[in-house]
């Protein structure tokens, strides 16, 4: 079974420019999950989607940023501008979801570490 | 708000040395407690979901257990490859069925 696929792996950019990342979840799980790591950190989220729908944005500071997910399937989440301390990794995650038990486990992605300078 | 507390931030074992990670949690309704392991550069990986008080899970020479208010990850006799960091997290049951990581703690096995 393929895992969470995410693109690109790196990326630097100078403050106040614009990036994007992009995410593909296991085939057949309804919920992804967007988190930003900072280094020395435990992953936070940002943002979650069932299918379509954002479940939960209450910590994706939306003056910035920005997600999207297309068809329920791959999704994208976008930084502008950027800011010094948005450099950490972002991770994607994927789950089932719903009635509980394995469902709820969540596959992280290999994550996409952005340097702002 | 959901808290999750990890000790110690970091460990270093001599290889074959027992112990074990505590990660105390503060939840409204906890619908999960979940275990992960970070490799330097890479995603959490999954390790164990547990559910209520008492429940135990045990994978090769990790073990974790669950209190109302704790869990444990103990590692019996690690090894150099056991070395990463081990994030815990908990699921609330409420509508949204948040979860919450801590900071995690860095474990190094020296050989």
């Known amino acids: 079974e393929a895992g969470v696929a995410q693109s690109p792996r790196y990326k630097i950019i100078e403050k106040r420019q614009s990036v994007a990342f992009w995410c593909n979840p296991i085939s057949g799980h309804a919920t992804l999950y967007w988190y930003q790591q900072i280094l020395g950190q435990g992953p936070k989220l940002l943002i979650q989607f069932q299918n379509n729908g954002v479940v939960d944005d209450s910590q994706l500071p939306k003056d910035r940023f920005s997600a999207e997910r297309l068809k329920g399937v791959d999704s994208t989440l976008k930084i502008q501008p950027a800011k010094l301390e948005d450099s950490a990794v972002y991770l994607c995650a994927s789950s089932l979801w719903g009635s509980g038990g394995a469902r709820d486990t969540q596959y992280f992605g290999p994550g996409t570490r952005l340097t702002v300078l | 708000e959901d808290q999750v507390t990890q000790s110690p931030e970091a460990l270093r074992l001599q290889e074959g040395e027992s112990s074990s990670l505590n990660c105390s949690y503060t939840v409204s309704g906890l619908r999960g407690l979940f275990w992960y392991r970070q490799d330097p550069g890479k995603g959490p990986e999954f390790l164990f979901t547990l559910y209520s008080a008492g429940e135990e899970k045990e994978k090769e020479r990790l073990k974790a257990t669950l209190t109302k208010k704790e869990s444990f990850l103990h590692i019996t006799a690690p090894k150099p490859e056991d070395s990463a960091t081990y994030l815990c997290?908990?699921?609330?049951?409420?509508?949204?069925?948040?979860?919450?990581f801590g900071i995690g703690t860095k474990l190094q096995v020296i050989p």
């Open positions: 997290a908990v699921q609330d049951s409420g509508g949204y069925q948040k979860v919450t």
